[in-house]
């Protein structure tokens, strides 16, 4: 909050880079975490600044739990295409673009 009028007025674009990692966005399988990256879209909106989401799909930022999926190829697809769509819809139309598979 310290700092919002200063984003406002001297930026137009914001990525919530971290907070759309695995990592802190789905810290365990059956659980998502969208507060942080929430707060960043929703300054970003009343901002009136365009967002990029970061990113889907990683080698790094991931969670213990998708990481032991290794050698489970029909795990880690269930996975990948759960996280995709709980994430991507929560934030369809509210993101001018997404770095879908990063590295």
Known sequence: E????????QFSITTPENSCKWKY????MDEFNF????????????????TRGHN???GNGNP????????????LKAALAKHISTVAGR????LYAWDVVNE
């Open 64 to 75: 213990d739990w998708l990481l032991n999926l290794t050698g489970n190829a029909t795990a």
């Open 91 to 94: 934030y369809a139309g509210r």
């Open 2 to 9: 310290e700092y919002d009028e200063l984003l406002a007025q």
């Open 35 to 50: 507060t942080n990256c929430d707060l960043i879209v929703d300054r970003a909106e009343k901002n009136k600044q365009a």
């Open 56 to 58: 889907l799909c990683w």
């Open 25 to 28: 966005l789905h810290p365990s």
